[in-house]
């Protein structure tokens, strides 16, 4: 008979213990936990879904949809974004006319998105936002 040589035992080893080193709890609830859901699906209507805030009584004023909606970015000039209150940044915007920066607010341009991210702005909500970033 042959003797194993070592990588042979070591695998041997290897194979004998390490599987029951990570060896799962067989109790019940253990199982019961590692095969529960990861979620629930519903059908329209199963469920009464939270219902949006009501929209506000009257606009927004500049200051408030900034601080909501513009100020991650504006704030940090994130992803070319001019800062607020940076006249240097804004002074070629400024040149193309308030209509062309309201309708690269409004339509979205380059990395900004269509409203800012304000889905439910008005426009003069976003003539307020766009005035209050540049004051």
Same mark, same amino acid.
Request: charged letters at 20%; hydrophobic letters at 40%.
């Given at each position: 008979m042959?003797?194993?040589?070592?990588?042979?035992?070591?695998?041997?080893?290897?194979?004998?213990?390490?599987?029951?080193?990570?060896?799962?709890?067989?109790?019940?609830? #253990?199982i +019961?936990? @590692? !095969?529960?859901?990861?979620?629930?699906?519903?059908? $329209?209507?199963?469920?009464?879904?939270?219902? =949006?805030?009501?929209?506000?009584?009257?606009?927004?004023?500049?200051?408030?949809?900034?601080?909501?909606?513009?100020?991650?970015?504006?704030?940090?000039?994130?992803?070319?974004?001019?800062?607020?209150?940076?006249?240097? #940044?804004? +002074?070629? @915007? !400024?040149?193309?006319?308030?209509?062309?920066?309201? $309708?690269?607010?409004?339509?979205?341009?380059? =990395?900004?998105?269509?409203?800012?991210?304000?889905?439910?702005?008005?426009?003069?909500?976003?003539?307020?936002?766009?005035?209050?970033?540049?004051?």
């Amino acid at each position: 008979m042959k003797l194993l040589n070592w990588k042979t035992l070591v695998l041997s080893i290897c194979l004998t213990i390490v599987p029951n080193a990570f060896a799962a709890d067989m109790s019940d609830e #253990a199982i +019961a936990e @590692r !095969i529960k859901p990861v979620g629930e699906v519903y059908l $329209d209507g199963e469920l009464e879904v939270a219902k =949006a805030p009501a929209a506000s009584s009257g606009p927004r004023d500049g200051d408030a949809v900034y601080n909501t909606f513009c100020t991650a970015c504006h704030s940090t000039g994130a992803a070319g974004a001019p800062k607020k209150g940076d006249s240097a #940044a804004w +002074a070629p @915007r !400024i040149a193309q006319g308030d209509q062309t920066m309201f $309708d690269h607010a409004w339509k979205g341009f380059n =990395a900004m998105p269509a409203k800012g991210t304000c889905g439910d702005c008005s426009e003069d909500e976003i003539k307020a936002a766009i005035a209050y970033m540049i004051e």
